[in-house]
C-alpha cells in the first residue's frame, strides 16, 4: 500500500507524564521528532518492520519500497 505524502488525519493520543517523558527520549536516542518516532512505530506494526533509517519524509513511496531500502 502506498504511503499517500499528504498527511490529513489527526490521531490524539493521551498518555501520563512518565509516558510523554519515555516517549521524547526514545525519540531521542533516535534523534526523531516525538510524532516521527510514534508515526514509525505505528507504520511498523502496521506494515512490519521498516529499519530506523527508513525515510519518513514526504518522499515515501511504499511500505514494500521502504522494506527493500
Not at 30 to 39: I, Y
Not at 44 to 51: E, F, H, R, T
Amino acid at each position: 500500500m502506498a504511503l499517500n505524502s499528504k498527511r490529513t488525519q489527526r490521531v490524539v493520543t493521551y498518555l501520563n507524564e512518565r509516558e510523554y517523558m519515555d516517549l521524547l527520549k526514545s525519540a531521542a536516542r533516535r534523534d526523531k521528532r516525538p510524532g516521527d518516532f510514534v508515526r514509525f512505530g505505528l507504520l511498523q506494526d502496521m506494515y512490519g518492520s521498516l529499519g530506523m533509517g527508513a525515510p519518513l519524509s514526504n518522499e515515501n513511496g511504499s511500505a514494500d519500497e521502504a522494506q527493500d531500502a
